[in-house]
């Protein structure tokens, strides 16, 4: 049975369906709902002043029932001086204009959270709808370092954060904590607004089973997403950007894996990453066994531009898209347009145990174009004694070199101006004769780009609209509809 808790200005409950607690002015609900509010018409009713005690109070009712929902209404702000805690079955929703805020110098030590599970709750589990504030400009903390998560769960299963927005945090927006690798731990993760956290928007920890869709993430400390040690996972249609600043740091999205672990079966896909110091998409693994469990991530059809701008010495994170001992990575009709010292890069992390083990990523049908601010590669290999790079067909674009380091087998590669629509822009659609999506209609173009029909020989091209040259392209839009058409029949 699952119940609602919730807080809002209307919609409060009969007198009819409800009892008053004469002691604590509780309106008691006795149905599956709970709702929260200020003006003293709901069924519990707070006065801005550790609000978190009616909102547990909430919380606590719906889970003596087996589980429900608690709304909280708006618009309202609700000052918490302590730690929400959710049983299973629980549905924490509310108002668009509803804000769950932490006080100024809370004070509450580390690892300490402002949602959280009961100690005895362990699944189904729903945060949606309503605003979470982490009140960063007015703690003493400093960010990144364990002080006021948004929300913790611990060894939980069924979790679903989506349609939040959440700003102005010392640390993470959602963690989750597993180390069970056996079964889908469902995480889900999506059309959330995030603002200027202090850590990761989400990052989960020795778990599989993680959807992470349609997020805008303005990051400032770290990452957007980190999967440390998880899989069996995709992360798509999201939008992952910063400003080029000092206190902009850590790459867009960050694949882990600590010793023992494994990490496998990743799609990272539709994504715009951009206007970061660190790389879009870094993934790093070890095993001191050398039995590879880091495996298995496919990338593709994402648009990345102006990353990696971190210096050559910042070696983990100063490219497009940074791999390292991870085996059977497949990169293809990405866009990476100035991705700093080189397009994509093989890296070991220094803090991570050298393998001895043999690894391919696979780079065909994306376009690398350079900056002219860098001595920029379009592919570099700085380990051509265990990693190989397989590249097909792919366009190097204005760059200082197109390989860097030993170990890249090339076939196809191409090395021209790509003709996008409008760079400048960001618009990577190809240029045609025989037509382009403008993003409103098809138009054509006075000349067409050498990209299109020159993609690998082996991949689909069967959702480009016709004519299609028979051949994907190369490029975001590859086998995709809104594919530059062929002037080839």
Known sequence: ??????????????????????????????????????????????????????????????????????????????????????????????????????????????????????????????????????????????????????????KC??????????????????????????????IVFTNNSVYKLGHEALYTLGLNGVTVANNNVFTRTNTAFRLSSSGHAKIYNNVIYSEIEDWSTGPG??????????????????????????AAIWIDGEDTDNEVRGKDVYIHHNIIYDVGQYDENTGYSNSGIVIGQFDNTIIENNIIDNGGQAGIKYYQYPKSATMDASFTTIVRNNVIVGSDEYEDSGLWNTDGTNHTFVSNNNCIYNVDQNYNGNGITQKDDIYVNPLFADAAKHDYHLKSTAGRWSGKAWVTDSVTSPLIDAGYPQSSF????????????????????????????
């Not at 108002?95 to 110098?105: E, G, H, T």
């Not at 959440?166 to 690798?181: A, C, K, P, Q």
């Not at 960050?254 to 660190?278: A, F, P, Q």
């Open 1 to 154: 049975m699952i119940c609602v808790i919730s807080l809002s200005i209307s919609g409060c409950v009969s007198p009819v369906d409800q009892v008053v607690d004469t002691v604590t002015n509780v309106n008691v609900p006795t149905g599956s709902i709970a709702y929260v509010d200020t003006d003293g018409t709901a069924n519990y009713n707070c006065d801005g002043v550790n609000d978190n005690i009616e909102i547990n109070k909430a919380l606590t009712y719906v889970n003596s029932i087996g589980g429900g929902t608690v709304y909280l209404r708006g618009p309202n702000t609700y000052w918490i001086n302590g730690t929400l805690e959710m049983g299973s079955n629980t549905i924490l929703t509310g108002d668009s204009d509803a804000c769950i805020k932490l006080i100024p110098d809370a004070d509450w030590g580390d690892y300490v959270p402002l949602i959280t599970n009961m100690d005895d709750a362990d699944e189904n589990f729903t945060i949606k709808g309503f605003e979470i504030d982490g009140n960063s400009e007015n703690q003493s903390v400093p960010r990144g370092s364990g002080y006021y998560d948004m929300i913790y769960f611990y």
């Open 462 to 489: 069967s959702i480009e609209p016709k004519p299609n040259g028979n051949r994907i392209n190369i490029g975001r839009y590859g086998n995709t509809d809104e594919a530059s058409k062929s002037p080839s029949t």
């Open 157 to 186: 299963t069924d979790i679903t954060v989506t349609d939040m927005r959440m700003e102005w945090g010392t640390s993470d927006g959602l963690i989750v904590r597993n180390y069970f690798h056996d079964t889908s731990s469902n």
């Open 253 to 278: 999205i960050e694949i882990d894996k600590s010793d023992g672990y494994e990490s496998e079966d990743i799609e990272i896909y539709r994504n715009r990453i951009h206007t970061l110091n660190g």
